[in-house]
């Protein structure tokens, strides 16, 4: 089983819609759950991370975080075609310890929001 | 402010060569990364330095070594390219007491 697993895609949703982006963990000592964007040809970068249980919110985005279940999910409100991209989901490494940073990633789901 | 800079954005290597990859940041961070994605596969952690004078093995350091040169730089060198590092390469910095990775451009390596 990998370590962190993302729903396979590639997923298409209208302009307007809500997309739903899901991740599994396998390691229960987990403790900080980010969402990376990459557009095609360009470098991840942060657009959400979570450490506690429940609902996070920012502008259209909200990340959801269930250790029980060790699932993190991003949803994607009123969708544009500028949110077509790959999204990667990463879990903080425990056994570096927090200091370190260090992130393992899933293989990512790519977007695509048509008009 | 450059953030996280990468030299070169390309290279075409032949098996057996030798290169660097050079990596510097200018935020002043703590912690450094080198990752490799391949299509399919998310990003993989080669190496990384949680501050200047360490370095550790990530999931898949065989084949480079690194070197923290100082607080700025962190360089990736492939001793002997193989077709299998073909790959895009990033470089991230991390403020030990924050929690965003920052990413290079990446180095998009071809070996044949």
């Known amino acids: 089983q990998k370590e962190v697993e993302q729903n396979s895609g590639p997923l298409s949703v209208p302009e307007g819609a809500i997309a739903s982006l899901n991740c599994t963990y396998s390691d229960r000592g987990s403790q900080s759950f980010f969402w990376y964007r990459q557009y095609s040809g360009k470098s991840p970068e942060l657009i959400m991370f979570i450490y506690s249980n429940g609902d996070k919110e920012d502008g259209r985005f909200t990340a959801q975080l269930n250790k029980a279940s060790q699932y993190v999910s991003l949803l994607i409100r009123d969708s544009q075609p500028s949110d077509s991209a790959t999204y990667l989901c990463?879990?903080?490494?425990?056994?570096?310890?927090?200091?370190?940073?260090?992130?393992?990633f899933g293989q990512g789901t790519i977007l695509t929001v048509h008009p | 402010n450059a953030g996280v800079t990468q030299t070169p954005k390309f290279q075409v290597l032949k098996t057996g060569q030798s290169m660097t990859l050079q990596c510097a940041q200018d935020m002043n961070h703590n912690s450094m990364y080198w990752y490799r994605q391949d299509p399919g596969m998310g990003l993989r952690l080669i190496y990384y330095s949680a501050s200047e004078g360490t370095t550790d093995k990530g999931e898949v350091p065989n084949g480079y070594n690194v070197s923290r040169l100082n607080k700025r730089e962190f360089s990736l060198r492939l001793e002997s390219a193989a077709p299998s590092q073909t790959s895009v390469y990033f470089c991230?910095?991390?403020?030990?007491?924050?929690?965003?990775?920052?990413f290079g451009p990446g180095t998009r390596l071809t070996v044949l």
């Open positions: 991230a910095s991390r403020q030990s007491t924050g929690s965003e990775q920052f």
């Open positions: 990463a879990v903080n490494n425990p056994t570096g310890g927090t200091s370190y940073g260090k992130l393992t």
